[in-house]
């Protein structure tokens, strides 16, 4: 089981390091390219109104999806599947 | 509405009398119903009025507001749901003075949540003033409209609560959900079907400096916003500034990001999940519906911005609520939207969404405070041979006295008198318990879940400093002068979450850890507990009993939630 907290936890931090970059740099962006606050890409939107506004939501469910996703099967492989027949020891299903 | 969710609670109250029913709805709660609980358990008034009213006096800077709010829970999902669960418990002050073997661990935690369920609760209650106040405009015996709207809806929630119990609250929460939901659809529509063009509208908005009424020498006034990121210049709608500088926008986002998982109301809604996977999986269904709530918060506070000053000259009404086709209180923005699209009808409809916002967030709060009161300080500490019945009873006066409390300060508080202190006053009061939350207990909630070596004598002093740092610095920023300082002291998190991680683990190194580590680890971490469960879900979906179940588990030969035990 130590293993297997270890490799979420990794699992853990990987993700938010990426959530975490991706969230900062939408204003961090505003310090450092005028384009990316005056610029316009959808209508009279800037890209970063359109990210705060719409993108980062999507972002956030997709990375929530891929994370539970990996953290799922990480349990899965390394503790045991909660399916019928499912043997931990070996990680593969047991038809029997 | 209301007598609909007194039906639903009167019909699923927990009769049985016990604090498992009564705190976590038998812990049988689904990943689709659980979600919208807490969506409707976390959407609160600063979520319903108070994002659109951000973005509708701040443009793009209020717009920072909906994506914390809706950005807190992807760490929630990565660090906290799962072993969360997992591990059980009835609270969070339960949760770490079982984890760390300490009951001055338990009765810290219970300190901190108070004071956040507190800081929480008195704006939902300021939003449901201001709500009464537009959509009745007068008081009962003798009360202000304000104080009659806070009150009132104060004491329907607080019988709610006291008789339904998580599990009538969780059903009501999730039907609160989706009405709130089904406001903003239709405003959109409405407003969409009238002809607003989102893009054009923002295009529109950027091309004026940004202007906000403000009372000054008894005479409303508009006054253009001065740009934070680039002094001297004046602030735009679509363009970042008008609220915050350059490290305020940081700021903020990291405060709301360690927030949410600091929250008790939202974080207690997971023990009700039957497993581990599921409350993982109850965050991402979490994930998507906040996004969607959120991305119509924003466009509706950009449509309110256009739309209001357009009608402004049309509408007698608005006058009284506008200074030059700008509403003097932002909070009233999607209401007003509610009366131009839909008439009274529209405007009753978005109200009920309000109020039904305050209402299952102060639910929510009013159970994660009983759960502290009630479990860990009366059944744990006052009387530890309390009868369930005496628990449960407990927790109910909890719930009238904290209800109490937060109404009383609510009511000392008129919106408008703070209203040309803080742009959106509801959104911003719940930042401070955001704040506080990620500044005390979020750190040691994570170290406690994912760094063995955490101690309870270093849990006390790491949510001891960062209360202390979270709360010095709102007193300091109060008073600076210098407006970067200011928002930087206000949304202090960013500070005071790293000096709560320092101290902790500081103080951990030098001091001993629980005696039954290994056992504990294996309780948070393990997923024995919920195999089992999914195991025994799905024999009795096959048609297997639980008596024949039970046979099968104890069947050496077939036994392998035994071996997956053994492989842990």
Redesign the interface.
């Known amino acids: ?1 130590d293993a ?2 270890r490799t ?2 990794r ?2 931090i990987g ?2 390091t990426v ?2 970059v991706v ?2 740099a ?3 962006l ?2 450092a390219l005028d384009w990316w ?2 610029g ?1 890409l ?5 890209p ?2 359109v990210m ?3 993108g ?3 972002f ?2 997709v ?3 891929a ?2 996703t990996l ?2 099967a990480v ?1 899965g492989r390394m ?11 070996n990680g593969q299903r ?1 038809q029997s | 509405m209301l007598v609909i969710v007194a039906g639903i609670a009167a019909v699923l109250r927990p009769r049985a009398a016990s604090t498992l029913d009564f705190y976590l709805a038998g812990q049988r709660v689904g990943v689709a119903t659980n979600a919208c609980a807490i969506c409707g358990d976390y959407f609160s008034a600063a979520s319903f009025l108070g994002v659109a009213a951000a973005v509708y006096v701040s443009g ?1 800077d209020g ?2 507001y ?2 914390g709010f ?2 807190g ?3 929630v ?3 906290v749901a ?1 072993p969360l669960r997992r591990f059980g418990e009835f609270s969070i002050p339960d949760f770490l003075g079982r984890r760390l073997e300490s009951e001055k661990v338990r009765l810290a935690a219970v300190t901190v949540i108070q004071l956040i369920i507190l800081s929480y609760l008195v704006p939902q209650a300021v939003g449901s003033g201001i709500t009464w106040e537009l959509l009745v405009g007068h008081g009962i015996a003798g009360l202000s409209p304000y104080a009659t709207g806070v009150l009132f809806s104060t004491a329907a929630i607080t019988a709610l609560v006291a008789l339904g119990g998580m599990r009538g609250t969780t059903w009501t929460q999730a039907v609160q959900f989706l009405l709130l939901l089904s406001a903003f659809i239709w405003l959109t529509i409405a407003v969409i079907g009238a002809g607003f ?8 908005l ?1 091309r004026e400096p940004l202007g906000n009424p403000e009372h000054a020498g008894g005479q409303w006034r508009t006054a253009t916003e001065p740009n934070r ?1 680039e002094p001297g210049t004046p602030a735009y709608f ?3 500034g008008a609220r915050y500088g ?1 490290l305020g ?2 700021a903020l ?1 990291i405060t709301l ?1 360690m927030g949410t998982a600091g929250l008790p109301h939202i974080m207690n809604r997971y023990f009700t999940s039957p497993t581990g ?1 599921a409350a ?2 109850t ?2 269904w979490v ?2 519906l ?3 709530f ?2 119509l918060a ?2 509706l506070g950009t449509a309110a911005r256009t739309i209001i000053a357009d009608a402004a000259d049309e509408l007698p009404w608005l006058d009284a609520l506008t200074v030059h086709g700008v509403l003097r209180v932002p909070e009233h923005a999607p209401l007003v939207l509610g009366r131009i699209y839909g008439g009274e009808l529209g405007l009753g409809f978005i109200a009920t969404g309000a109020l039904v916002a305050v209402m299952s967030t102060i639910a929510g709060l009013l159970l994660a405070s009983a759960a502290s009161w009630g479990h860990d300080v009366y059944e744990r500490h006052l009387n530890p041979r309390a009868t369930q019945r005496q628990a449960v009873w407990a927790g109910r006066i909890a719930v009238a006295v904290v209800a109490l409390l937060s109404a009383v300060i609510a009511v000392s508080l008129r919106p408008d008198s703070l209203g040309a202190l803080l742009p959106s006053m509801v959104a911003t009061m719940v930042t401070w318990a955001f704040a506080l939350a990620g500044s005390a207990l979020t750190p040691v909630f994570l170290l406690a879940i ?1 760094w063995p070596r955490t101690t309870a004598t270093g849990a006390i002093a790491g949510m001891s400093t960062g209360a202390a740092a979270a709360m010095a610095m709102f007193a300091a920023g109060t008073f600076a002068d210098d407006s970067g300082l200011r928002e930087m002291l206000l949304t202090p998190t960013v500070v005071a979450a790293p000096l709560a991680v320092v101290v902790t683990i500081v103080v951990s190194r030098h001091t001993s850890t629980p005696v039954n580590l290994e056992s504990l ?2 309780r948070l ?4 507990a ?2 089992h469960i ?2 025994l879900a ?2 009795t979906v096959a048609g297997v009993t639980p008596r024949r179940a039970r046979a099968t588990r104890h069947d050496g030969t077939r036994g ?1 939630m035994g ?2 035990e053994r ?2």
């Not at chain 1, 503790?79 to 020891?89: A, F, N, R, S």
């Not at chain 2, 971490?525 to 024995?528: E, F, I, R, S």
Request: glycine share 10%.
């Open positions: 089981m297997s907290c979420l936890r699992v853990a993700y938010f959530f975490l969230v900062l939408v204003p961090g505003t310090l606050s005056r316009r959808i209508g009279g939107m800037s970063n109104f705060a506004a719409v980062l939501y999507v956030f469910f990375i929530a999806i994370a539970a953290a799922n349990e503790l045991g599947g909660p399916g019928p027949g499912h043997d931990p020891d047991d | 793009l717009v920072w909906a994506t809706a950005a829970f992807v760490p999902l990565l660090f799962a063009n989102y893009p054009d509208a923002v295009a529109e950027t990121i679509g363009e970042p350059r926008q940081f986002i990001i996977t993982r999986m965050t991402v994930l998507g906040a996004g969607l959120y991305t924003v466009l994912w680890w294996l971490h393990g997923t024995a919920d195999r999914t195991r799905r024999l392998r071996k997956g492989h842990e």
